[in-house]
């Protein structure tokens, strides 16, 4: 069992920045691939950005990429999102995820999830 709770989320202007975390407890966090994602009103969930378990290998979803930075840090059990130049398109529930060993973007591949965070980029 994973517990994942996210926090990190707010109220933020078009152009500025936010950092999502994520901390994870109940288990061996560095087995674990860690994904986000993130879901719109009236959106089907999409892939943000996962990263490997050792944290050698990062990837994106198109829409983030060059914008998004997925880091995480075994020692503390978190994984964490940068995330800059926010756009009004941006605006949705972030979802922390954790996978055993591989995770990639589909969500079906992630047993455990957070609560999600609510991130509103305005004009």
């Known amino acids: 069992q994973v517990q994942l709770v996210e926090s990190g989320g707010g109220l933020v202007q078009a152009g500025g920045s936010l950092r999502l975390s994520c901390v994870a407890s109940g288990s061996t966090f560095s087995k674990y691939a860690m994904g986000w994602f993130r879901q719109a009103p009236g959106k089907e969930r999409e892939f943000v950005a996962a990263i490997s378990w050792s944290g050698g290998s990062a990837y994106y979803g198109d829409s983030v990429k060059g914008r998004f930075t997925l880091s995480r840090d075994n020692t503390k059990n978190t994984v964490s999102l940068q995330m800059n130049n926010l756009l009004l398109e941006d605006t949705a529930v972030y979802y922390c995820?954790?996978?055993?060993?591989?995770?990639?973007?589909?969500?079906?591949?992630?047993?455990?999830w957070g609560q999600g965070t609510q991130v509103t980029v305005s004009s």
């Open positions: 995820a954790a996978a055993y060993d591989y995770g990639g973007i589909d969500e079906h591949e992630y047993k455990y």
